[in-house]
């Protein structure tokens, strides 16, 4: 019997590791989802090449193309037109607007590079994130997805991975320690979306 597989679209702004990761697992078939799409806000960035050479359709939209109203609408008429059931930020820079979170409400996941609710919110991305949990002092850190409404890292929690913080672990060390976790959990929880064992809604 054909396993109706989960049609999966991407947004990003930078490399895109996670998003290979991602295909890596639908190319050995550990995703049971299929990927088709790549937006991004940045035409230089390295994850388009990535997606390309996936056989993805990629697809550059900014704010030097459209005006800032109507990106939401505009990627949501392309996810729609490539019949996209789950849209996956995948390092996307910008902030979700109000009609694509309609269009796409409970169906827009994203990863954080911390264990939310902690060290989340506007403002907590990159190494932010991580000097925040170095200067803290916790020892427990890790990767989150969730899904995605109108408030910076506030949907429900999906899935997390904890990483250990070791007392000589730089932000830089355990940067580099979320993203490896982050590369395992993220197609996991891809899988078990498309599989039905995680409910969104
Ligand atoms: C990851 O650390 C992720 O947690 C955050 O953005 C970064 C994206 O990295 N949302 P990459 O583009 O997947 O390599």
Redesign the pocket.
């Known amino acids: 019997m054909a396993i109706n597989k989960l049609k999966i679209g991407f947004l990003?702004?930078?490399?895109?590791?996670?998003?290979?990761?991602i295909l890596d697992g639908i190319a050995n078939g550990s995703v049971q989802a299929e990927a088709k799409v790549l937006i991004s806000n940045n035409s230089q960035a390295p994850?388009i090449d990535k997606a390309k050479t996936a056989g993805l359709k990629t697809f550059h939209i900014s704010t030097k193309l459209f005006p800032e109203s109507e990106i939401g609408n505009e990627i949501a008429n392309i996810m729609k037109g490539n019949e996209i059931e789950l849209i996956i930020?995948?390092?996307?820079?910008k902030k979700i607007d109000d009609n694509l979170i309609a269009r796409f409400r409970n169906r827009i996941v994203?990863?954080?590079?911390a264990l939310l609710p902690k060290f989340g919110g506007e403002g907590m991305?990159?190494m932010n994130?991580h000097k925040a949990v170095v200067e803290s002092g916790e020892k427990i850190s890790g990767?989150t997805v969730h899904l995605v409404n109108g408030e910076y890292d506030s949907g429900k929690i999906l899935a997390q991975a904890e990483v250990q913080v070791l007392p000589q672990d730089t932000s830089e060390i355990l940067?580099a320690k979320?993203?490896i976790a982050?590369h395992k959990l993220y197609p996991e929880t891809i899988d078990k979306i498309a599989k039905g064992e995680i409910s969104l809604d």
Do not use: C, D, R, W
Not at 12 to 21: D, F
Not at 89 to 93: I, S, T
Not at 110 to 113: G, L, M, S, V
């Open positions: 990003g702004s930078h490399n895109g590791s996670n998003m290979q990761a994850i930020l995948a390092g996307y820079m994203n990863i954080h590079p991305f990159g994130v990767a940067a979320v993203l982050e």
